[in-house]
């Protein structure tokens, strides 16, 4: 065990592993690239069902078991599925990790939406607002940090689960992960996987902390009472 632990410390600082197509810089740059846009792309999709369940109390039941069964599709079986389906391409490993990432945003953009207190709806429509003023001017507001605990939830699992790219012979840190296993290099698959940890933690913590910097200053009784 020390030695692997010492074979990774020398894998990690050395100059050549970092260098070229296929040192670390440019396979963190894919993996970021594959989770930002998949989690984008969930966002744009899982988003507006969110607030629309949310404000019209309708289709509820079927958006969160909806999401419930996205979540509880195997992703390694459903990029297979779709790699038969369209050949080698990156559509597979998008189309996973988008339907990943999706039942955290709908299920945390619900949540978010049915925690508005219904005296500050009534308020706001007492005050003649139309249902789109409601909408993104006094619920959104409130819903936003569950919103955003949503967002960060998906991006750090679509992080974790991203190595998928490279089980279709694409790039990303899981390059490491299947090489190494295909080459019974393990200080190369501990490094791999390390190096997905470690950029899963350093997000969680970034986005985290932008959300204590969002929400600082402007808490829920300030909304509640800018809505009466």
């Known amino acids: 065990m020390y030695e692997l ?7 990690l600082v050395s100059g050549e592993q970092w260098a070229g197509p ?11 690239q594959y989770s930002l846009l998949a ?19 309708r289709g509820a039941f079927l958006a969160i078991n909806l999401s419930s069964f996205g979540r509880a599709l195997p992703t390694v079986g459903l990029v297979v599925l ?21 039942p955290s945003v709908v299920t945390n953009t619900y949540a978010g939406m049915t925690a508005v207190d219904p005296e500050v ?3 706001a429509r007492g005050q003649g607002m139309r249902w789109h003023q409601v909408l993104f001017q006094v619920e959104l507001p409130l819903a936003l940090p569950l919103i955003m605990t949503g967002l960060r939830l998906a991006l750090i699992q679509v992080v974790a689960t991203a190595t ?10 899981g390059r490491y992960v299947f090489d190494g296993l295909a080459q019974r290099d393990l200080v190369q698959v501990l490094g791999g996987a ?12 970034a986005l985290s902390a932008l959300q204590r910097v969002l ?14």
Not at 22 to 32: N, P
């Open 194 to 205: 390390v190096l997905v940890a470690v950029v899963a933690v350093v997000l969680d913590l």
């Open 39 to 57: 989690t984008l792309v969930a966002a744009a999709i899982a988003l507006p069902v969110g607030l629309l369940i949310g404000h019209t109390g």
């Open 215 to 228: 929400f600082r200053n402007r808490p829920t009784e300030q909304v509640q009472e800018q809505a009466r």
């Open 164 to 173: 998928i790219a490279a089980y279709v012979s694409f790039g990303g840190l």
């Open 5 to 11: 632990f010492k074979g990774l410390g020398a894998w």
């Open 121 to 123: 709806r009534d308020a």
């Open 22 to 32: 296929d040192g670390i810089g440019h396979r963190l740059a894919e993996h970021l």
């Open 82 to 102: 779709v790699f038969l389906v369209s050949g080698l391409s990156m559509w597979p490993v998008y189309i996973a990790l988008v339907a990943l990432a999706v």
